[in-house]
């Protein structure tokens, strides 16, 4: 008979407790949850958050929300689901190369983009023009989890879903929350080129010599090389980094890709469309509030919020169809 032994929560959080780095988050010592609840008897609170964001609709819907292709036909197109997959496991890996906390890293790494609207930085782009600032997918996605799917996650998750993105000020408070950062950053980079080859838009001799120089071939090896680059310079520095060599290489490749993929001369026209489908959207729906779905609607919140909700919430097919449907001419 196979020999096995029974895991508890406090059998997992002695093991963090012992294993790993001091710079580590201890699920033990987390800051809680906005309601109390008991403790479960297998799991630490962070894997508990991990699996209540998996099973969420807004993780769901991921699967058909862009990436950087609008509705793609082809089946081995990136969305916005599989790059979450991708992002948590770089972001695992990073975190178990330097021992942190890989259930807290996984967790934020599969809820990061949970907020993200329909069509991309594109849909971000035309919901902004309806609030004061900016529209921010990762605030959306700590309002997704907190109010609209409230699952009471652990301060630490919903912390590190605030701030995944390097464009807000106030960074991660946890060295899981930075590795965050630095993950989707990798996972974006590496597997929109793949894309953007895939679909014809670049060629591999297209790309910057100093990338391929630096990480390699595109694909598993930029990859691997881009992890091996924060490892080593957060031992070294005792903070979650990558080396000065590295980040400016990647930076040159990021400021390639949206010269020459996300923001190229050809997309003008789509990028048009996308931002009148979701202006069309949102201004419909603030004049008919009441067609809102109840199972999306947050009737404490103003009629405005209601909409953007709603709107964000979209799949690209959805919010394509749905435009469809209001506004394409019937002939019969």
């Not at 799917?149 to 590190?160: H, I, Y």
Request: proline content about 4%.
């Amino acid at each position: 008979m196979p020999e096995f032994r029974r895991r508890t929560r406090e059998d997992s959080e002695r093991l963090e407790a012992e294993t790993l780095a001091p710079a580590a988050t201890r699920s033990a010592e987390s800051r809680g949850r906005r309601l109390p609840e008991l403790d479960d008897a297998y799991r630490t609170a962070f894997q508990r958050d991990r699996d209540r964001i998996v099973h969420s609709k807004a993780f769901r819907r991921l699967k058909h929300k862009t990436q950087v292709f609008v509705n793609p036909e082809g089946d081995h197109y990136v969305t916005r689901l599989t790059h979450a997959l991708q992002v948590t496991q770089i972001g695992r890996s990073i975190a178990r190369n330097l021992s942190l906390n890989e259930d807290l890293a996984e967790a934020i790494c599969l809820g990061h983009d949970v907020g993200h609207s329909p069509f991309g930085h594109t849909g971000e782009d035309a919901l902004s023009e309806f609030v004061d600032g900016e529209w921010l997918h990762s605030a959306q996605g700590v309002r997704i989890l907190e109010v609209l799917e409230p699952a009471n996650l652990t301060w630490e998750v919903l912390d590190g879903v605030r701030a995944h993105s390097w464009k807000i000020k106030e960074p991660p408070s946890t060295p899981e929350g930075w590795v965050c950062r630095f993950a989707d950053r990798i996972a974006y980079l590496t597997h929109d080129v793949d894309d953007a080859i895939r679909a014809g838009v670049i060629r591999r001799e297209d790309l910057p010599g100093a990338a391929l120089a630096r990480f390699g071939e595109p694909g598993g090896e930029w990859v691997a090389s881009m992890i091996r680059a924060v490892v080593d310079e957060s031992l070294a520095q005792g903070a979650i980094l990558m080396d000065r060599e590295s980040l400016g290489v990647m930076n040159e490749l990021r400021d390639f890709m949206f010269s020459n993929v996300y923001l190229r001369a050809g997309t003008e026209g789509q990028r048009r469309t996308v931002m009148g489908i979701v202006r069309d959207l949102v201004n419909y729906f603030v004049e008919h509030p009441g067609e809102i779905p109840d199972s999306y609607r947050h009737n404490e919140a103003d009629t405005l919020t209601q909409v953007l909700d709603y709107v964000a919430g979209m799949t690209d097919r959805y919010a394509i169809s749905v435009h469809d449907t209001l506004y394409r001419p019937r002939l019969f």
